[in-house]
């Protein structure tokens, strides 16, 4: 038995005050809606008519089951008219993870620009360089960098991830511009401790790879910001992607170096549980920061 359908011929009966003027306003046969109201009787175990000639009246057990009834389809109206609305219009709360220092440099005026196109929707963002469970953590997207592993999650890709080593102009005056990678100086290198192996096995890579330990002589850090300031302030090299570093090369605090010997790019990555039914708050944002950063992005806008 269809419970709901049972309901609203329950209902139109109690409403109109008979089987027959149900039967119009329901569109059915009077005998279906009968049907309906017995199969609703015989399942609760109760009568909820007393029927006479011509009209048929509510029981006490009726009664309690008629403001049971009314309250449930009014909230299941009230169900679908909110989710054919959330799904025709971007509404509710989005909750993001990102890296930390990519979204501190470029997620502001993101998140600003979306939010004056979709207002009913609400922003939570956190920040974390550690990869999340999207699914256990109760987000609906994170945005990763790197080369993505096989995983039941959908990745859309959103930007190439450009990977420079550079240092400051003082510091390639003093120590001498390498022409290859193995004329780096291991103790100068300024290392990211949450370096992936899966960067590659290019030359640079090895070089790098063969690095002193933090311990030894070198810095290691697990955020590219500080590092790149120490870069600047001349204290060695340092391998950075360029949304980090572009500004400081556009403004000449910075210069790329052995840039013919760069690993490949990686990319930046919107990841999230599923493809199917997407909420509109998700779907307009992934369409949105989609077409945001641009192709080659706008952190990479300098020479060389």
């Not at 999207?134 to 039941?152: P, Q």
């Not at 420079?164 to 990211?192: F, I, M, Q």
């Not at 890579?205 to 030894?216: D, F, I, N």
Request: hydrophobic share 40%; proline share 5%; charged share 25%.
């Amino acid at each position: 038995m269809d419970r709901i359908t049972a309901l609203n011929a329950f209902v139109a009966v109690a409403d109109e005050g008979g089987f027959k003027k149900a039967a119009d306003k329901l569109e059915l046969s009077n005998q279906l809606v009968s049907k309906y109201v017995s199969q609703l009787e015989e399942r609760l175990k109760v009568r909820l008519f007393n029927r006479t000639t011509r009209r048929v009246h509510l029981t006490e057990e009726g009664e309690q089951c008629y403001q049971f009834a009314v309250q449930i389809l009014e909230s299941l109206t009230d169900m679908e008219s909110q989710l054919g609305q959330m799904q025709s219009e971007a509404q509710g709360l989005l909750r993001i993870s990102a890296p930390v220092t990519f979204a501190t440099r470029h997620l502001a005026p993101l998140i600003g620009d979306f939010k004056q196109d979709h207002p009913s929707v609400g922003i939570e963002l956190q920040l974390n360089d550690r990869k999340v469970d999207v699914v256990e953590e109760g987000f609906d997207v994170a945005l990763r960098i790197g080369h993505l592993k096989s995983s039941s999650l959908i990745a859309r890709r959103l930007a190439p991830i450009r990977l420079v080593v550079c240092a400051s102009p003082e510091y390639l005056a003093r120590e001498g511009v390498p022409e290859t990678p193995e004329d780096l100086k291991p103790e100068h290198y300024l290392r990211y401790s949450y370096m992936e192996s899966s960067q590659g096995d290019s030359r640079l890579m090895a070089a790098l790879k063969r690095s002193q330990p933090v311990g030894a002589a070198g810095i290691a850090c697990n955020n590219g910001e500080i590092l790149m300031q120490a870069a600047v302030a001349g204290q060695g090299y340092v391998l950075q992607p360029t949304f980090i570093a572009g500004e400081a090369i556009k403004a000449g605090k910075l210069q790329v170096i052995l840039q013919e010997y760069e690993p490949e790019p990686l990319a930046l990555y919107a990841v999230y549980p599923h493809r199917k039914l997407l909420a509109t708050k998700l779907r307009v944002f992934i369409d949105f920061i989609g077409n945001y950063f641009g192709d080659p992005p706008y952190w990479d806008g300098f020479d060389g």
